[in-house]
């Protein structure tokens, strides 16, 4: 039965990864659609995972090759599903999909180094830029070139730009910056709606300093910072001069538990900026963690991941509100003033670089599913299960260990829509 139904899965990231190849493996054909140039989502762009500290790259290669092998699995990158109509069994859904502008049979799969335009990295958070004709990262899935039309059209006026698209031919690469957006109706039997989360917005944060002073970054940009393909290699150094990291602040709860942010807890920062924290100890053995939080969250297993990060006595945990950051202009060091929770007194530290462990915010807070009589909490997650289901963090923050096991409940509720159902 389930070989006769068609299930979009809407978000490449883990979680629609593992509802379109657990759909596809039970006979369904199914059909991916991701938004950007490259599958994997938010842990393609980590460095590990906890509690294993394993680099996610492992368990996304294998979903990778599972997606590759099965011909009943189509996947539309740069890709967005427009409109909905129908009910469950019968969907019909629009789905637009706009241009790579680049067609590549150079078989190199590397960003063109000699390109004239540059963009900023958004594979790293804009830490560094990339070439305007790039592959996102080294494993994308698909492993195909994209071009930045808006930057290359810029670079258009430039008088070698002829020159180096004939070079670009010579090299097996087409270029053609007039290709259309096109348009796809499909008619669906489930769907099931994926599309995870975005970094709150650090910039909202007035007082902590992120936007204004360089050696504040976010919990994402820390990931990237100490990934081995990241914008420094992995080295855990100051964005403002390239200083080797000794002494880093995590700052938890930047924005969560906030009723002027995000009013609930993210569930996994703590954990992230434990994780995080081993990073720097094993890039600096000389280097200190020091973790401010308000409570220190670690559920169910993960309990046994904050005991083994926790004996580390150079990462130094204070039950402590940091309301306060700013930078000394000539050293470039950051200061975090709050308060001492435990024995009121006041903290006023310096430190090398400041992390701010932001939570998870939707997309569907942002970007509401295209169809009728989707219900959102007040937060903007999915609670809806009738028709349309929501997988992973659509739902509520969660690990990824949690993202598979809900978003295999997700096929599996897709494998039974039916008509009239
Ligand atoms: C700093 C940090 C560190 C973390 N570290 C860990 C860890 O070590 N271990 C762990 O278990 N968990 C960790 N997590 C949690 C983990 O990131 C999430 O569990 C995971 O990303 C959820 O996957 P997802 O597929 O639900 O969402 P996402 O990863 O957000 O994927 C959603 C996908 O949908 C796409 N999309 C969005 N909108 C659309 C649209 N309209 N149309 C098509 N596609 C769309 C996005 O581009 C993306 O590819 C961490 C979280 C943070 C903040």
């Given at each position: 039965m389930a070989g006769e139904k068609t299930v979009l899965v809407v978000g490449g990231g883990i979680s629609g990864i593992t509802a379109a190849v657990e759909a596809a493996e039970a006979g369904c054909k199914?059909?991916?659609?991701?938004?950007?140039?490259?599958?994997?989502?938010?842990?393609?762009?980590?460095?590990?995972?906890?509690?294993?500290?394993?680099?996610?790259?492992?368990?996304?290669?294998?979903?990778?090759?599972?997606?590759?092998?099965?011909?009943?699995?189509?996947?539309?990158?740069?890709?967005?599903?427009?409109?909905?109509?129908?009910?469950?069994?019968?969907?019909?859904a629009t789905i637009k999909i706009t241009p790579r502008y680049v067609e590549d049979h150079s078989g190199t799969s590397k960003c063109v180094e000699d390109c004239p335009a540059s963009i900023p990295n958004e594979f790293n958070y804009g830490m560094d830029m990339t070439k305007a004709i790039y592959l996102p990262y080294e494993m994308a899935y698909p492993m195909n070139l994209v071009a930045d039309a808006d930057a290359l059209r810029k670079a258009?006026?430039?008088?070698?730009?002829?020159?180096?698209?004939?070079?670009?031919?010579?090299?097996?690469i087409r270029?053609?910056?007039?290709?259309?957006?096109?348009?796809?109706?499909?008619?669906?039997?489930?769907?099931?709606?994926?599309?995870?989360w975005v970094p709150y917005d650090a910039t909202k944060l007035d007082t902590l300093g992120f936007g204004k002073y360089p050696n504040v970054i976010t919990n994402v940009m820390m990931e990237r910072l100490a990934s081995p393909n990241g914008p420094t290699g992995g080295?855990?150094?100051?964005?403002?001069?390239?200083?080797?990291v000794y002494n880093l602040a995590f700052v938890q709860c930047a924005g969560s538990r906030d009723e002027n942010h995000l009013p609930y807890c993210s569930s996994i920062c703590c954990l992230a900026s434990l994780k995080q924290?081993?990073?720097?100890?094993?890039?600096?053995?000389?280097a200190e963690a020091h973790i401010f939080y308000i409570d220190l969250r670690a559920y169910g297993r993960f309990e046994y991941f904050f005991d083994r990060v926790r004996n580390d006595d150079k990462i130094r945990l204070t039950k402590g509100k940091i309301v306060n950051i700013y930078e000394d202009p000539v050293t470039r060091d950051v200061i975090v003033e709050g308060e001492d929770i435990l024995s009121g007194s006041r903290i006023r530290s310096t430190f090398d670089m400041v992390v701010l462990a932001t939570g998870m915010q939707p997309t569907t807070s942002l970007e509401k599913v295209p169809a009728q009589g989707i219900q959102y909490d007040d937060y903007g997650f999915v609670i809806s299960d009738t028709g349309i289901h929501a997988a992973g963090v659509t739902k509520r923050p969660?690990?990824?260990?949690?993202?598979?096991?809900d978003s295999t409940g997700a096929a599996l509720k897709a494998l039974q829509d039916t008509v009239g159902r």
């Open positions: 199914v059909i991916l659609v991701e938004k950007l140039p490259y599958l994997g989502g938010r842990v393609a762009r980590m460095n590990k995972y906890f509690p294993k500290l394993c680099p996610p790259t492992c368990g996304l290669e294998i979903n990778f090759k599972r997606i590759k092998r099965n011909p009943d699995i189509t996947v539309y990158t740069l890709a967005n599903v427009e409109n909905i109509s129908g009910a469950p069994g019968a969907y019909t258009k006026v430039s008088q070698d730009f002829g020159a180096f698209v004939e070079s670009l031919q010579a090299k097996g270029l053609d910056l007039d290709a259309k957006p096109e348009s796809l109706t499909v008619q669906v039997s489930s769907i099931v709606w994926a599309t995870g080295q855990i150094v100051r964005p403002s001069d390239g200083k080797k924290a081993t990073y720097l100890r094993d890039y600096n053995p000389d969660m690990d990824v260990g949690t993202c598979l096991q």
